[in-house]
C-alpha cells in the first residue's frame, strides 16, 4: 500500500521534471532509446537469420560490449575533465552514423557477417565513452543531489519505457518488411537526443585544473573506487550479475524461435515483457522518497532476477514465459538502478566520472564475456541450462552481499549524515536498521 500511496503521488514521483534541462533529456533521449531497442532486437534476428548460430550470437555481443571494459575508464577521466554536453553531443552524432550505415548494407542487401561485425566494435567503442559521461551528467541536469535518485529511476523507466515499445515494433516491423527499416529509424531517432542536448542551458562548472597525467588520473579512481568497501562491493556484485545474470537477452531469439516456436513476433513479445518488469522496477524506485534503504534493495533484488531466469529456463509455454520475462527484468533493473542510485550517492564529485566509468565497465563491460560464455556454453548443454546456471549464480551473488551489509549500512553512515538523508541524533542501531530496512511513510 505504500508503493501505491507513493506511485499516485506523482508529484513526488516525478519530481525530477521540475528542473527544463531534465525534461529535455528526458524527451530526446526517450525517442531515440526507442530506436536504439529497435536496432538491439533486429540486430540479434539479423544474426540469426544468416549464421543459424548461437556462437556467432554470443559473439556480435561480445565485440558490441568489450570495448567498454577496456575504455569506459579513460572515458571516466574525460568526464572528470571536459564538456559533458558537448562531448555527449559529439557522440550521439558518431552513433546515428553508424546505424545510417548499417541501414544502408542492409537495404541494399549487401551486408554481411563481418560488416556487422565490424559495426557492432563501432558502437561499443562510442558507448564506452558515452556511458560514463552520460551517467554522471545527470547531477548537471537536476541540480539538487536529493533528486538525483529520483532522476536515475525515471531515466530507468525511460530506457524501460523504450525497452517495451522499441522490441514490440521492431518484431512487428521484421516480420513485415525485415530488418532495415529498424535500423533507418534508428538513426533518424538520434536528431531528437542531438537537438536536446543542443538546447540545454549547462551551468558552467567551477574550473578545476588538473594538472596530473590521464594514467595518475586512472590510478587515482581506481584506488578511490576499491579502497572504499561499500563502492567494491556494488561493483563486484554489479560484474558478476552483468556476466552471468544479463546473457538471458542474447538467448532470447533461440527461446523465441527453438523452444517457444514463435518466431520474431515472440522474439518482440520477450524483449518487451522484460521491458514491462524493468519500467514496474524503474516506477517503484522513482516513487521512492530516500535512497537510504536501497543496498538491502540490491539483494533482494538480485535474488528475484536469479529465481525468475531458473523458473523461465523451465518454461515451454508463452504465456508462462511472458509471466517470468517480467520478473526477471523487474529484477535486473531494481538491482542495476539500486547500485546506480547508491554509488552516485556516496562517491566524492571530484572523482564522480571516474567511479561512474567503473559501473560502466561492471555492467557494460563483462556483459560481452558473459555473451561469449552463454554462446558458447547453450551450443554445448543447450540454451536452458545455460539460464539455469545464471540464475543460480545470481543467488549465490544475493548472499554473499546480504551477508556485508550491516557493514557496508556502517560506513556510508556518515555519508548519509553528510547529505542530510538521516539525523546524526539518532541512536546507532536504529539508524542501522533505517538503512537496512527503512520505513516508507
Not at 513526488?12 to 536504439?36: D, K, M, P, V
Not at 538471458?248 to 518466431?263: H, Q, S
Not at 513479445?269 to 538491502?296: C, E, N, P, Q
Amino acid at each position: 500500500m505504500n508503493f501505491l500511496n507513493n506511485f499516485i503521488d506523482l508529484k513526488q514521483t516525478l519530481r525530477a521534471f521540475r528542473y527544463r534541462n531534465y525534461r529535455l533529456f528526458y524527451t530526446g533521449q526517450g525517442i531515440s532509446l526507442i530506436g536504439t531497442w529497435m536496432q538491439r532486437i533486429a540486430l540479434s534476428w539479423l544474426v540469426y537469420r544468416l549464421t543459424g548460430s548461437a556462437f556467432l550470437l554470443g559473439v556480435v555481443g561480445f565485440a558490441g560490449q568489450i570495448p567498454a571494459s577496456i575504455l569506459a575508464p579513460l572515458g571516466g577521466v574525460l568526464a572528470d575533465r571536459l564538456n559533458r554536453q558537448r562531448f555527449l553531443i559529439l557522440l550521439q552524432t558518431l552513433a546515428m552514423i553508424q546505424a545510417f550505415i548499417l541501414a544502408f548494407l542492409v537495404l541494399t542487401h549487401t551486408i554481411v557477417f563481418w560488416h556487422i561485425l565490424s559495426l557492432s566494435i563501432l558502437l561499443g567503442l562510442i558507448n564506452a565513452f558515452d556511458i560514463p559521461i552520460r551517467q554522471s551528467f545527470v547531477i548537471e541536469m537536476v541540480e539538487k543531489k536529493e533528486d538525483l535518485g529520483n532522476a536515475i529511476a525515471l531515466n530507468s523507466s525511460m530506457f524501460n519505457g523504450a525497452r517495451l515499445i522499441g522490441p514490440s515494433v521492431a518484431g512487428i516491423l521484421i516480420a513485415a518488411v525485415g530488418e532495415g527499416l529498424c535500423f533507418l529509424l534508428n538513426a533518424i531517432s538520434f536528431l531528437s537526443v542531438i537537438i536536446a542536448l543542443t538546447a540545454m542551458k549547462i551551468k558552467p562548472k567551477e574550473k578545476i585544473t588538473h594538472d596530473s597525467h590521464v594514467l595518475k588520473g586512472l590510478k587515482e579512481g581506481f584506488s578511490y573506487a576499491f579502497g572504499f568497501e561499500p563502492i567494491r562491493t556494488i561493483l563486484l556484485l554489479i560484474s558478476l550479475v552483468s556476466l552471468i545474470g544479463t546473457s538471458y537477452a542474447v538467448l532470447m531469439p533461440i527461446f523465441a524461435n527453438d523452444i517457444l516456436r514463435g518466431g520474431s513476433y515472440a522474439l518482440g513479445f520477450l524483449m518487451a515483457g522484460a521491458g514491462i518488469g524493468a519500467l514496474i522496477g524503474a516506477l517503484y524506485l522513482a516513487s521512492r522518497k530516500t535512497s537510504v534503504g536501497l543496498a538491502k534493495m540490491i539483494a533482494i533484488a538480485a535474488a528475484v532476477l536469479g529465481i525468475g531466469q531458473i523458473l523461465f529456463s523451465f518454461s515451454k509455454f508463452f504465456w508462462l514465459s511472458m509471466i517470468l520475462i517480467v520478473i526477471v527484468g523487474f529484477g535486473l533493473m531494481v538491482q542495476m538502478a539500486s547500485c546506480n542510485t547508491v554509488l552516485q550517492t556516496i562517491v566524492d564529485d571530484d572523482k564522480r566520472g571516474r567511479v561512474m566509468s567503473l559501473y560502466a565497465m561492471a555492467f557494460m563491460g563483462m556483459a560481452p564475456f558473459g555473451s561469449l560464455i552463454a554462446g558458447g556454453l547453450a551450443n554445448k548443454i543447450g540454451a536452458p541450462n545455460t539460464l539455469m546456471i545464471g540464475g543460480l549464480a545470481c543467488i549465490v551473488g544475493a548472499i554473499l552481499f546480504a551477508r556485508r551489509l550491516p557493514i557496508l549500512n556502517k560506513m556510508v553512515h556518515p555519508i548519509y549524515i553528510k547529505h542530510g538523508m538521516i539525523t546524526e541524533d539518532v541512536k546507532t542501531a536504529e539508524i542501522a536498521a533505517q538503512i537496512t530496512d527503512p520505513p516508507e511513510n
